[in-house]
C-alpha cells in the first residue's frame, strides 16, 4: 500500500540556516526517534544558525473550537496532512474538519494550502499546521508497531524487516512535514492522538530519549544534549495562531515555481489560490493556463492565454486541442490558423487552394518554421488526400507529382507524416510514373486490374516491353 521508496535525505549539517531553534529542535528529535525506532547509529542533531528566542512548537485537540475557527479563517495557513502524493482532496473530502471549509462548492476542488508530505518537499513555508499524524499513526495497523518501539516503558524490537518499511515511511513523512517550517509550527491532532503518539513529545524527560540512544550508538553527552538539541511539544493557545503568518504573495511565487520546475498542477493551483488573495489575477490565470497544459486540457490553458492576450501560446495549446475553430477565431494568419480553417472546411477548398496550403506548411516544416506534431501529421495527411482527390492526373505534370511524392515519402521516413498515408503515397508514386513505367508500379501495389487496364486503354499506340505486356495480359484476364 505505501511506497516505501520514500527515502529522506537527513543531511548531516552541523547548522540548519533556514529554520528557528525550537523547530529544529522538534525536527532533531524526530530525527532522534527514527534513530532509536530503527536502530539508525552514528546520527547527529544540527544547530540552528539563528539562536535568537523562538516559541515552542505548540500542540491542539482538532475538537477545540479555536481550531476550526483558525482554520476555517486564515487562508494562508500551510496544512501538511498524512497521505501520499495525489491523495490530498480524497483526505479532505473524508476529513469532518477540513471538508468544512477547504473545499470548492461541488466539493471537489481543493480552496486552501493543504500539502501531502511529498508535495511539500523541498519548499519551506513561515507557518506549518502538521494535521492528524497522530491519529494517522494509531488508525494503520502498519503504522502501529511504531508506538511500542519509541515507548520508554515498554520498548520492543520489529519481529521483520519487512515490518520497518511503513514504519519508517511514516516517521520520514513527519520529518519532511516538521522541517517545511521556518518559523512556526502548530500540531492538530486527535484526543487519542495527541495522548498515545505525540506523547513522547509532550509527557517523557528528553533525556530519557538521549540516554536511550546512546545506549544504541554510543553517543556522549555532547552529541545528543537534551537541554540544547531537542525540545518538548508545548500546549497551544489562541495566541499561537496570531503570529509568523504566511505572506500569500510569497506563497503563490513558491508554488509557482516548484509546480513549474515538477510539472505539477496541484501545486500550480495552490499558486493561483494565492495570486487572487493578493487580487493578482493575471499570474493566477498564468499558474492556471500551466496547470491545464500539465493536466494535458490544452483547449481550457488555450482559454486561459487568450483571456491573458497571449495569443501565440493561446493558439499552440488549441493547436494541441485540435480546437480548429478557436484557432480561426483568433484570425492571427499564421500556418496554424490557415491549416485550421483548412481543416474545418477541407471540401470548400479547391485543388490550387490545397495546393497552395500544403505547399506552404511544407516549406514551413522543412525550413522549421513550424515544429512536426501529431496535429500537423493529421493535417498534412489530410491536404495529401484531398489533393488527389481534388485533382485528376492530367492536372499536374509528371514532375510535380514526383516532387510532392519525394516531399510525402520524406515526411513519412522521418515519422512527420503518419503511416496511415501510405495508400495516399502509393497513389502520389502511380502519377509520378510515367507511361508504361507506370505498369510496374500498378502490379507491385497491388490496384485492381481495372486501373491497369484503363490505363493501357489510354495510351493504345505506346509500345511495351515483355514484362510490361505480361501485367496488361493479366490484368484482362
Known amino acids: 500500500r505505501e511506497d516505501p521508496t520514500l527515502e529522506i535525505n537527513y543531511q548531516e549539517l ?29 546520527l547527529k542533531p544540527q544547530q540552528a544558525w539563528y539562536d535568537d528566542p523562538s516559541d515552542m512548537p505548540s500542540i491542539f485537540d482538532v475538537t477545540n473550537p479555536v481550531v476550526e475557527t483558525k482554520l476555517t479563517h486564515q487562508e494562508n495557513n500551510v496544512i501538511i496532512i498524512p497521505c501520499q502524493e495525489g491523495e490530498e482532496l480524497s483526505y479532505v473530502q473524508n476529513d469532518p474538519l477540513l471538508s468544512k471549509f477547504a473545499l470548492s462548492k461541488d466539493g471537489n476542488t481543493l480552496t486552501r494550502n493543504i500539502l501531502s508530505p511529498m508535495r511539500a518537499k523541498g519548499q519551506e513555508f513561515d507557518r506549518v499546521v502538521l494535521y492528524r499524524f497522530g491519529e494517522a499513526c494509531l488508525k494503520d495497523e502498519q503504522y502501529k508497531p511504531l508506538l511500542s518501539l519509541l515507548d520508554p516503558q515498554q520498548p520492543s524490537s520489529l519481529s521483520s524487516p519487512e515490518q520497518r518499511i511503513p514504519l519508517e515511511y511514516f516517521i520520514n513523512r513527519l520529518y519532511v512535514g516538521a522541517s517545511r517550517a521556518r518559523r512556526r509550527i502548530l500540531i492538530v491532532d486527535t484526543r487519542e492522538g495527541i495522548e498515545k503518539f505525540w506523547k513522547f513529545f509532550t509527557s517523557f524527560d528528553l533525556d530519557t530519549f538521549t540516554e536511550r540512544y546512546k545506549q544504541i550508538s554510543r553517543a556522549s553527552i555532547e552529541d545528543w544534549n537534551p537541554s540544547t538539541h531537542l525540545v518538548k511539544v508545548q500546549p497551544g493557545t489562541p495566541e499561537d495562531w496570531e503570529k509568523d ?43 492556471e493556463a500551466l496547470a491545464f497544459k500539465f493536466e494535458r486540457d490544452f483547449l481550457r490553458a488555450g482559454q486561459c492565454y487568450q483571456n491573458l492576450g497571449r495569443i501565440q501560446e493561446a493558439e499552440e495549446c488549441y493547436w494541441k486541442a485540435r480546437a480548429y475553430d478557436h484557432i480561426t477565431l483568433l484570425n492571427s494568419g499564421t500556418a496554424y490558423s490557415l491549416a485550421a480553417g483548412f481543416m474545418l472546411k477541407c471540401k470548400e477548398f479547391s485543388f490550387d487552394q490545397t495546393r497552395s496550403l500544403l505547399d506552404r506548411i511544407s516549406s514551413s516544416l522543412t525550413s522549421d518554421e513550424i515544429k512536426p506534431d501529431e496535429v500537423w501529421a493529421e493535417v498534412l495527411a489530410a491536404l495529401y488526400h484531398s489533393l488527389l482527390e481534388k485533382g485528376e492526373e492530367q492536372r499536374l505534370k509528371i514532375f510535380e507529382w514526383k516532387q510532392y511524392y519525394d516531399q510525402a515519402n520524406r515526411f513519412l521516413k522521418e515519422g512527420i507524416l503518419p503511416t496511415s498515408s501510405q495508400s495516399e503515397i502509393s497513389q502520389l508514386l502511380i502519377r509520378a510514373t510515367p507511361y508504361p513505367e507506370k505498369l510496374t508500379i500498378l502490379q507491385q501495389i497491388g490496384v485492381k486490374p481495372a486501373e491497369i487496364i484503363r490505363y493501357y486503354q489510354n495510351y493504345p499506340s505506346v509500345e511495351l516491353s515483355s514484362s510490361q505486356a505480361d501485367i496488361v495480359f493479366q490484368a484482362l484476364k
Open 14 to 42: 552541523q547548522f540548519n540556516y533556514r529554520s528557528r531553534k525550537s523547530i529544529v529542535q522538534l525536527c532533531n528529535f524526530i530525527h532522534l526517534l527514527r534513530g532509536i525506532a530503527f536502530e539508525k547509529k552514528n
Open 245 to 287: 503568518f504566511n505572506d500569500p504573495l510569497e506563497l503563490a511565487k513558491q508554488f509557482m515555481e516548484s509546480g513549474k520546475q515538477k510539472e505539477d498542477s496541484y501545486l500550480l493551483e495552490r499558486a493561483a489560490q494565492n495570486f487572487r488573495l493578493e487580487h493578482q489575477e493575471d499570474k493566477a490565470l498564468e499558474c
